[in-house]
């Protein structure tokens, strides 16, 4: 490869790696002309031209600035064409593709250039030269291509090929090969275009349509510019309502039209579904648009779709049915349909997305005779029966996504009939508490989202069937006290259902319910964890005007007094109370809770051990003995939305200045972006190792690493380092921060909970501070920690920020062996093939799998020297084999063999836990096919 070769392979794949920044340091114009003169040298190989060509495929609208610049590339590229050879079929498919993206993207097919008009007469001239007649020969493929390029000029301008409609027809019936389905694809949209453009013209007849589909039609083609309505024939005109659709009035001379559209239909068995979903697609259209032609003539075609297996075709006769009802569809045929839908939507050999395809048609199904006119709301046909419909009842054996769409209907279903006492509502009832069973004995999140999605859409349903929801909230709260961790959901609920059903009580009844729960919970029996939580659902209820705060209140009393809670020095539960109280403080009853309220603040502005949390208390106790009640929601109401601009601080005095705004110092302030990130540093490993200053024999090598595991805490922790900095183009009051605390949460249950940090500052122009984290794993699967701070600016304000996610990879969780650190070579290789052995023997529960690929010797001890350094007890000199052990907390390891044979290189893997070896393998093909790339360049 040339060093000009290289340099341009380079150049390009710079630019479409990054466009903006690539031509931000270049002149797209230059770089442009040196890609045409590029294309144009002989002595470039077509290989080349290819990846030449493709900056013009894919970003032709940075390269052409202006319609001229894309005139004159597009003709410097067909001068490219015409010089090209014939054998080289696929640069010159490229070329032909390259045109159309300049052609369509720089408006010169809208304006009829030169240079489009040109492009079309050479197409036309590829797509006519039927020569090449062997079956796979070059020519077909440019054929193919050049149909492909008309198609896409006549969906960006549409009607642009109206006036070869009928040489596109001939060609067509013309052609016998597998391209036929192309040129049906090409004609039947040029054939819709034409109809609708026809449609628009006023005084448009029959005459007017044998003359447009005879190809005799005086209409200036030059002059029509597809604009404003015009170019709303793009979209499909059956999907809405049909009323718009444009009409043709032609009466019932228009056989030529029929002639073709039977033609065409005949043809339709020849071709791809797809092919066929659009060919019927357009088609009915067109019959919509012509009513001379009657829906009968799609009728031989209905037939055979309505029995049809393939998704997208059944699809497509829906869209027929929508667009004709019982023009075309009897009523048997309706019945038919409908059933056949719901046996569909219960198919055992289907997909998931399948059958929930089939029962949202049921839910939009279009009837003969619809009872209501709305096109997209849902609506239950008036045949489908609950006895119809109780083939799709939901089960728990269900997928989730089954089990909501089931549910949805089959309420539907319940609510048409006006059934409130019957089986099938108790039914739906019954598998919701079942569903809410599993839950409690610990569901996964899916089964979580999944009952708490179903007890909504049940109670957007039947929120008037009290024996239902009543008995529900009472389940939700028991559910409730055995999982706190389930608060933001309750929330949620609540909110949305207070929402979607403004007239119902339910979602008071429930936190009242939920109130009465936790109140009624003994201080001794209480965790911080589940306190943490009910605070949250207490401050919620305090929105509530009328619900009863005082029950509140007494709990929060007790709550503070508790010595076996710790709340007195924990920041965040100290805020916790304070949102309940804030909440309080806005409440209608404020009178009657002033004395209760006020005994809280004052022991947290006194007893409290963070003084954060004590200047919050003793405000709010200063704000509740100072003001009036009218006077203190204003200032709440307007420090909840105040935001965080700076403000003065002043004396307690200027607190009754309502325009001083000081109450946004109340609150933590959410930023509406991330401001801090965690990335990774330079790891280090740091492994607590027993030290054996005695020495140990290689013989009892085994036992001694295995007696070392005796001691829980022994090697169980996985040090991560990372560094705390900002976001790019975070907003510049940020760059100086303080007392930052950052919580860390758990996607999955592989890890023991991680404490809370505490970061003392971060300067945006001083070296980022090092946070470490210490993972303890249960099991050592790869996780996801989702990470929230709160921190203190300058002007003394807190601020709550969403970091993005920390992914923690597979080979962050490798420790080498925890052998003590005098140990020889012997010792550490005894217990590997000890190990081995032990996994290896059919007693043991271990798993072993083998991996191979292709690496040089070089490649290979770079590898190892790269990746698997730290882990390799032989010899990394060595030829023969190399043996790695890798240990993951708590007690897991992974052996691997790896010898370099004739066709490859072989790993051979062991691990005593059979689900790490996928992880294995997928860490390898990583690593290896990495080092294969390099090998190749």
């Known amino acids: 490869m040339s060093t000009m070769t290289s340099d341009w392979l380079e150049r390009v794949g710079s630019f479409r790696s990054c466009p903006s920044k690539f031509l931000s340091e270049t002149n797209p114009e230059v770089f442009l002309t040196e890609l045409l003169r590029e294309l144009r040298d002989d002595r470039a190989s077509y290989s080349v031209k290819m990846v030449l060509l493709s900056p013009l495929c894919e970003y032709p609208t940075l ?65 006519r030269d039927t020569s090449d007649i062997s079956r796979n020969g070059p020519q077909r493929s440019l054929r193919a291509t050049a149909c492909d390029c008309l198609r896409e000029l006549e969906d960006c301008c549409p009607s642009l090929l109206t006036q070869h409609l009928e040489l596109l027809g001939g060609l067509r019936q013309q052609e016998t090969s597998g391209l036929h389905q192309a040129y049906v694809g090409l004609h039947t949209v040029v054939l819709r275009n034409a109809v609708y453009r026809l449609s628009q013209e006023p005084g448009a007849g029959a005459e007017h349509l044998k003359a447009l589909l005879g190809g005799t039609t005086s209409a200036d083609q030059d002059s029509f510019q597809t604009e404003g309505k015009d170019s709303a024939g793009l979209g499909s005109l059956i999907l809405g309502p049909m009323g718009s659709v444009p009409t043709l009035h032609t009466g019932a001379d228009c056989k030529e039209l029929k002639s073709i559209l039977s033609s065409l239909l005949e043809e ?3 071709l791809t579904p797809l092919y066929q979903v659009v060919l019927l697609h357009r088609l009915t259209e067109v019959v919509a648009m012509v009513p001379g032609v009657p829906p009968a003539i799609l009728r031989a075609q209905l037939l055979r779709l309505l029995g049809t297996s393939e998704v997208c075709l059944f699809h497509v006769a829906l869209l027929m049915k929508g667009a004709f009802t019982d023009s075309l569809f009897s009523a048997e045929d309706e019945a038919f349909v409908l059933k056949r839908l719901v046996v569909l939507s219960q198919h055992p050999v289907l997909s998931t997305p399948e059958k929930l395809f089939y029962m949202d048609c049921i839910l939009h199904f279009p009837e003969n005779r619809p009872i209501s006119c709305g096109d997209s709301d849902e609506a239950l046909p008036v045949l489908l029966t609950p006895q119809l419909a109780a083939a799709l009842l939901p089960t728990l054996f269900n997928d989730g996504a089954t089990l909501l769409a089931r549910l949805r209907l089959l309420s539907l279903v ?20 079942s569903l809410l069973r599993v839950v409690e004995s610990g569901g996964n999140r899916e089964i979580v989202v999944t009952f708490f999605r179903a007890a909504f859409l049940f109670l957007l349903s039947f929120s008037h069937v009290e024996q239902f929801c009543s008995g529900m909230s009472r389940q939700l709260c028991q559910l409730y006290l055995q999982h706190p961790q389930l608060a933001p959901h309750l929330i949620n609920m609540a909110n949305q259902t207070q929402e979607r059903l403004s007239e119902s009580s339910w979602a008071s009844g429930l936190l009242r319910g939920l109130q009465k729960a936790i109140t009624e919970v003994p201080p001794a029996q209480l965790t911080l964890q589940a306190l943490g939580w009910h605070l949250k659902v207490l401050a919620r209820v305090a929105e509530e005007a009328e619900i009863g705060q005082r029950s509140s209140l007494n709990f929060l009393s007790s709550v503070i007094a508790s010595s076996s809670l710790s709340v007195g020095g924990n920041w965040r539960l100290g805020n916790c109370v304070l949102g309940v109280c804030r909440c309080v403080l806005l409440h209608p009853t404020l009178d009657s809770l002033l004395i209760p309220l006020a005994d809280i603040l004052q022991h947290l502005s006194c007893y409290h051990g963070d003084t954060d949390i004590q200047d919050h208390a003793r405000l709010y106790y200063s704000l509740l003995t100072t003001l009036s009640q009218e006077k203190l929601v204003a200032m709440l109401a307007q420090g909840s939305t105040t935001g965080g601009h700076q403000v003065k601080k002043r004396m307690l005095s200027c607190l009754m200045a309502e325009s001083e705004g000081l109450t946004s110092m109340l609150t933590a302030h959410q930023t509406s972006q991330p401001i801090l990130r965690l990335t990774e540093a330079p790891q280090q490993l740091e492994l607590k190792q027993n030290c ?5 024999e290689v013989d009892k090598a085994s036992e001694t690493y295995r007696a070392q ?24 009051r940020f760059d100086q921060i303080f007392s930052i605390r950052l919580h860390f949460s758990l996607t999955d249950r592989h890890y023991e909970q991680l404490e809370d940090m505490s970061v003392p500052c971060l300067f945006r122009e001083r070296p980022p501070p090092i946070v470490k984290l210490r993972l303890k794993p249960r099991q050592p699967y790869p996780t996801t920690l989702h990470i929230s701070a709160i921190f203190t600016t300058r002007d003394g304000f807190s601020w709550h920020t969403e970091l993005p996610d ?28 000890e190990l081995w052995d032990e996994i290896c023997s ?18 290979l001890k770079a590898l190892l020297k790269e990746h698997l350094l730290p882990f390799l007890l032989s010899d990394p000199s060595g030829e023969e084999e190399f043996r790695v052990l890798v240990f993951l907390p708590p007690q897991n390891h992974v052996l691997l063999k790896i010898r370099a044979e004739e066709d490859a290189v072989h790993f051979n893997m062991a691990s005593d836990n059979w689900q790490l070896l996928p992880h294995v393998n997928s860490y390898l093909l990583t690593v290896t096919s990495d080092r294969q790339l390099l090998a190749l360049f």
């Not at 039914?427 to 919701?432: A, E, G, T």
């Not at 054996?692 to 140990?696: A, C, E, K, L, Y």
């Not at 090697?715 to 975070?730: C, D, N, R, V």
């Not at 007693?843 to 991996?851: E, H, I, Q, R, T």
């Open 268 to 270: 339709s068995y020849l």
């Open 806 to 833: 920390v992914h923690v990879a597979f080979q962050q969780v490798f420790l080498p062996l925890p052998a003590p650190p005098n140990w020889a070579p012997g010792s550490r290789l005894k217990v590997f093939q």
């Open 63 to 127: 390269l052409c600035l202006s319609d001229p610049a894309g005139e004159e590339t597009a003709l410097d590229l067909m001068s490219v064409f015409a010089q090209c050879p014939p054998a080289s079929t696929q640069f010159r498919c490229q070329l032909l593709v390259a045109l159309t993206c300049v052609l369509i993207s720089s408006s010169c097919v809208r304006i009829r250039s030169r240079a489009s008009l040109d492009f079309l007469g050479l197409v036309f001239q590829v797509v």
């Open 692 to 696: 054996d200053p005695q020495g140990t």
């Open 414 to 433: 319940y609510l048409e009939e006006g059934e409130v006492g019957g089986r099938g509502l108790a039914y739906l009832y019954d598998q919701l508490m």
């Open 709 to 732: 595991f005796s001691d829980p805490h022994f090697a169980s922790e996985i040090p991560l380092k990372y560094q705390l900095t900002h976001t790019e183009g975070s907003d510049p």
């Open 842 to 859: 059919e007693a043991g529960d271990g798993a072993v799998s083998l991996f191979c690929c292709q690496l040089r010797g070089p490649s």
